[in-house]
Nanobody, 122 residues
Framework: QVQLVESGGGLVQAGGSLRLSCAASGRTFSNYAMGWFRQAPGKEREFVAAINWSGGNTNYADSVKGRFTISRDNAKITIYLQMNSLKAEDTAVYYC???????????????WGQGTQVTVSS
């Protein structure tokens, strides 16, 4: 059974930092791009960041560029999202996703995690 399990969410003050993790299991993830999406209350789920299998290429939403960093440890089949300079508008449920693709475009994920709540207080 394939699972993506997120952790690391919580409550932080504006300007603070959090590090999210997503541990994958149940299959190999060769040739899978992995990434993060988020969904705020009353809004649609939106793309945050993606990383290719090798970890050599990354892509970010404009709203998080320069503040968030995505990384990948293939030995642990885990991806991370380092979030710095957090803002109130970053408050959302953050979801991990994986899609078999050679690109960085995660448009129709094959797998989703259950989500982890990030709340930034202003």
């Amino acid at each position: 059974q394939v699972q993506l399990v997120e952790s690391g969410g919580g409550l932080v003050q504006a300007g603070g930092s959090l590090r999210l993790s997503c541990a994958a299991s149940g299959r190999t993830f060769s040739n899978y791009a992995m990434g993060w999406f988020r969904q705020a209350p009353g809004k649609e789920r939106e793309f945050v960041a993606a990383i290719n299998w090798s970890g050599g290429n990354t892509n970010y939403a404009d709203s998080v560029k320069g503040r968030f960093t995505i990384s990948r440890d293939n030995a642990k089949i885990t991806i991370y999202l380092q979030m710095n300079s957090l803002k109130a508008e970053d408050t959302a449920v953050y979801y991990c996703a994986a899609q078999r693709t050679f690109t960085l475009r995660i448009t129709t994920p094959d797998y989703w995690g259950q989500g982890t709540q990030v709340t930034v207080s202003s």
